[in-house]
């Protein structure tokens, strides 16, 4: 894999896995990798952190940055939330990201 490139599994809502390639270089996250790779993340707000559709599990045990006020106060406000709950628009695509697995979260279609 070329410098400044990582590489990412994202786990969509049918379980079918997706590597994808992600630029360490460019100031994307990981919200904009996935719409970039066409995977149904909304990101409705445009990476504000004022909306959940772009929430996410983390699956692996990569170090994070830590969530902000309004990524906890939005997740507060999401459905299916668990303990390894992101949202993708707040996670910078780093080098420290190498290897990173998430699962989309699921949409709740009431809404």
Avoid: W
């Amino acid at each position: 894999m070329e410098e400044n490139m990582i590489s990412l599994t994202v786990i969509d809502r049918q379980g079918t896995e997706h590597v994808l390639e992600a630029p360490t270089d460019m100031s994307f996250n990981l919200m904009e990798i996935c719409r970039a790779a066409e995977l149904p993340v909304e990101g409705t707000c445009g990476g504000m952190a004022l909306c959940a559709s772009c929430h996410c599990y983390v699956q692996t045990d990569h170090e994070l940055p830590e969530q902000s006020e309004d990524e906890e106060d939005m997740l507060d406000q999401a459905f299916f939330v668990e303990d390894n709950s992101r949202l993708s628009c707040q996670l910078p695509i780093t080098s420290a990201l190498n290897g990173l697995v998430v699962k989309l979260a699921p949409v709740d279609e009431s809404a």
